[in-house]
């Protein structure tokens, strides 16, 4: 009897055991479904709030993307500025090169052609100072030579004598010799002169020549001893006559000397 109420008991007591856990099971599953429920909803709304993040980041990229392009294609075309400058730069510097060559070329024959026209200069000049050394040489010994034929002429010719003036009538006149009456009367002192082709005839202050002097005319001569000989060196014809008056048969008597 005790026996089979143990059981009875323990069969109640387990009957009551298992509602109690089944209950407490349905309360666990409840709670586990709520939490579930909060758990997915949570999860959807960090999700729409993960698609919300990733939808703002994508637009925030495509903005980044569309400021990166533009940022590389100013980078492209800064590089290509950059490249152009870079070739003016090296066009122009190979200009500069060029002209300042092309200036020291000009420079250096420029200086060439200074040098060259400085040792033409100084050649002309030296040969300038050459011929004019020997132009003076030359000038010296013309000079010294002339002095010595003058020396030596002048030893061989006697000295000159003085010149002389005489006045007086034409006797005769040729083309050799002039006969002067001193006194122009018969009977008195005549004066013969030598002429030559130096002799210098004036009538009346007019050139003329031996032909021009008529006899018993009036003249004026100077002469000059050469070999001995009284040469005239000047006559001049002051007035005209008609003839020589007797004197063609006086004595000849040398000129004395006149003052």
Avoid: H
């Avoid at 002389?164 to 004066?191: C, D, F, H, K, Y």
């Amino acid at each position: 009897m005790k026996r089979g109420s143990w059981w009875l008991s323990a069969g109640v007591a387990a009957l009551l055991v298992t509602a109690g856990c089944k209950q407490q099971g349905q309360q666990q599953n409840q709670d586990v479904q709520g939490d579930a429920r909060a758990q997915v909803n949570a999860a959807q709304e960090r999700s729409e709030q993960a698609l919300e993040q990733a939808r703002e980041a994508q637009a925030k990229a495509s903005d980044e993307q569309e400021q990166v392009a533009g940022a590389r294609q100013d980078v492209e075309e800064a590089r290509k500025n950059l490249q152009e400058a870079e070739a003016k730069a090296q066009q122009e510097f190979q200009e500069a090169q060029r002209a300042q060559q092309q200036a020291s070329n000009q420079a250096q024959t420029a200086q060439t052609e200074v040098q060259q026209s400085q040792q033409q200069a100084l050649e002309a000049q030296r040969q300038q100072q050459q011929q004019m050394a020997q132009a003076q040489q030359q000038a010296a010994q013309q000079q010294q030579q002339a002095a010595q034929g003058q020396q030596q002429a002048a030893q061989a010719q006697p000295p000159q004598q003085p010149q002389q003036l005489v006045t007086g009538r034409v006797v005769s006149a040729s083309s050799e010799e002039l006969l002067l009456s001193s006194a122009g009367a018969p009977g008195q002192p005549q004066i013969r002169l030598q002429l030559n082709e130096q002799t210098q005839v004036l009538v009346n202050g007019q050139q003329g020549s031996v032909a021009d002097i008529p006899e018993g005319s009036q003249v004026r001569a100077s002469y000059q001893d050469v070999g001995g000989e009284p040469t005239a060196l000047r006559v001049d014809v002051t007035s005209s006559g008609q003839g020589a008056s007797g004197g063609q048969g006086g004595p000849l008597q040398q000129p004395s000397p006149q003052p």
